[in-house]
């Protein structure tokens, strides 16, 4: 049987780029090499994609020098530094090129070369991209217009899963509990903060955790135990959206939420892993804590009753079906450690997948193993562009 070619697409211009490069890595090292032929496309931080015409001597590629300390491993040490270091540059257009979907590179370094040979020949693309340009229905509406099948969210799941604002006003439409929150413009803050303040302590009680509204990893997030920490968590959010989600702390000031997260996977029907738990090494699980820090404990399954477990698998698939999800996401909840009431947090529609990732870790405790996961979902992703080709677009 012919191997179907999957195009493990990763890197990009968010400020997740190196977990990024970690999620590819460990995706590549776990794919079933026997069934899918990978071919490895890279994204620079600028934005540039770069390919390669011999997929399995670049995975081969020697390391580049260390230069970071990721807890995951060191990015430049993956295919994907390989990638980004030798690979050969093109341009994409977003058009289809033939049956079954293709990403043919209109231009190239290498003119003199055959068309064909410059051609990014995939059956689907599994797009290991976190965070903006990638997580957020940029990438995914480049895909639909090249009609080539892709793993993961559509275009709307996905921005409304980065959207944190949209998130929540969808989840609030579908019933399902969310923590009391409000949600300013950067420019609102800018020309009247004492007006933001005032509304923002009209509605929450603090402590409160302040977010960029559409951005991944919990990167430009800060908690403020009082008005004076209000304005410092402002000022570092509006650096990285225009809009900022202030959330009502759960637990009060004395005592921390619980942090629990549960795995989605399906289309239509999408199942829901066991539940886990998550105890920052730091106040609350960031960037630092996810990536850089050893002090974070994963529990999983994490310590919960029957009844709260199916609660929480329940909500996570509404969740998902909210923001009209598909393939693959993780769904974060916060427990009250008062009154174990469950709130719904947020869900993200490409979490981190690296081997020591949330998402793939409730799977194999579920018992779905990491290579059967990837296979799953690059099926899932067959059957939803098979799904699409149904649909007419003209009378």
Not at 119 to 143: C, K, S
Not at 337 to 347: A, C, D, G, H, V
Request: proline share 5%; aromatic share 6%.
């Amino acid at each position: 049987m012919k191997k179907l070619r999957v195009g493990i697409l990763f890197g990009g211009r968010s400020g997740e780029h190196e977990v990024s490069l970690l999620s590819a890595a460990c995706v590549v090292s776990a794919i079933d090499k026997s069934k899918f032929e990978v071919v490895p496309i890279g994204i620079t931080k600028e934005g540039r994609w770069l390919t390669a015409g011999d997929a399995e001597l670049l995975l081969q590629g020697k390391a580049a020098p260390v230069q970071s300390h990721l807890r995951a491993g060191d990015p430049d040490a993956t295919p994907g530094a390989a990638v980004l270091a030798t690979g050969q540059a093109v341009v994409v257009p977003p058009e289809p090129q033939r049956p079954g979907g293709s990403l043919a590179a209109f231009q190239s370094e290498a003119l003199t070369r055959r068309a064909s040979d410059r051609a990014i020949n995939v059956d689907i693309i599994f797009p290991v991209l976190h965070g903006t340009f990638g997580e957020d229905g940029t990438i995914q509406g480049l895909f639909e217009l090249a009609d080539i099948a892709y793993v993961g969210a559509g275009v709307l799941g996905s921005a409304a899963g980065m959207d944190k604002d949209v998130m929540k006003s969808l989840f609030l439409a579908a019933g399902l509990p969310i923590v009391k929150h409000v949600t300013v413009l950067r420019s609102d803050w800018e020309n009247a903060p004492k007006k933001v303040q005032k509304l923002v302590e009209s509605k929450l009680k603090y402590p409160v955790f302040v977010k960029p509204a559409n951005l991944g990893s919990s990167v430009g997030i800060s908690k403020a135990r009082e008005r004076k920490e209000l304005a410092p968590a402002m000022e570092e959010a509006a650096k990285f959206d225009r809009k900022i989600v202030i959330e009502e702390g759960v637990g009060g000031k004395k005592q921390k939420a619980r942090e629990i997260e549960c795995s989605v996977l399906g289309n239509d029907k999408p199942a829901a892993s066991v539940a886990g738990e998550i105890v920052p090494g730091k106040e609350f699980y960031d960037y630092t804590a996810k990536y850089l820090d050893e002090g974070s404990q994963l529990i999983i399954p994490a310590k919960l009753s029957k009844a709260e477990t199916k609660k929480i698998q329940q909500l996570a698939i509404s969740a998902f079906k909210a923001v009209d999800c598909s393939g693959l996401a993780r769904v974060d909840f916060l427990m009250d450690p008062k009154n174990r009431k469950i709130y719904l947090n947020e869900i993200n529609t490409m979490p981190g997948f690296t081997a020591i990732s949330m998402y793939p870790k409730l799977w194999a405790a579920s018992g779905l193993a990491y290579p059967e996961l990837i296979e799953r979902l690059i099926r899932l992703g067959q059957e939803r562009h098979e799904e699409k080709k149904r649909n007419q677009y003209s009378r």
